[in-house]
């Protein structure tokens, strides 16, 4: 897995990458209450904001990670944003996406740097 600076992680599967948050992340953002995730088949920059997260504490979103096309969303995160809170780096991923080149993950960070990063 690779992480990036705003506590996403991304997993490779396929020609698709994962992106869900960080354990670290809900942890900080307390119990989740509402998400709002993208549309399948839309196209996104780096950096746009594509997911709508509010938790008891705090309202944020989660931004593209890469560039390309949001090629499925976890609906059941929609139903349950709870889930969030119990299994952030697993079954909790938000959306996946097709990316052009996977080479792109080479500059974000492996979970050792990750768990530098946080300290």
Do not use: C
Not at 48 to 73: N, R
Not at 84 to 94: M, Q, T
């Amino acid at each position: 897995m690779k992480y990036t600076e705003e506590h996403e992680w991304l997993r490779v599967e396929g020609d698709e990458v994962v992106v869900g948050i960080t354990a670290h992340a809900a942890e900080q953002l307390g119990d989740v209450v509402f998400i709002e995730l993208p549309d399948e088949g839309s196209t996104v920059s780096k950096d746009d904001e594509v997911v709508v997260i509010e938790s008891v504490k705090a309202a944020s979103d989660i931004l593209a990670p890469l560039d390309g096309e949001i090629t499925e969303v976890n609906e059941a995160l929609v139903d349950e944003p709870g889930k969030v809170n119990e299994d952030p780096e697993g079954d909790s991923w938000f959306f996946k996406m097709k990316i052009e080149d996977l080479s792109a993950l080479d500059d974000m960070m492996d979970e050792a740097a990750y768990k530098k990063y946080i300290g």
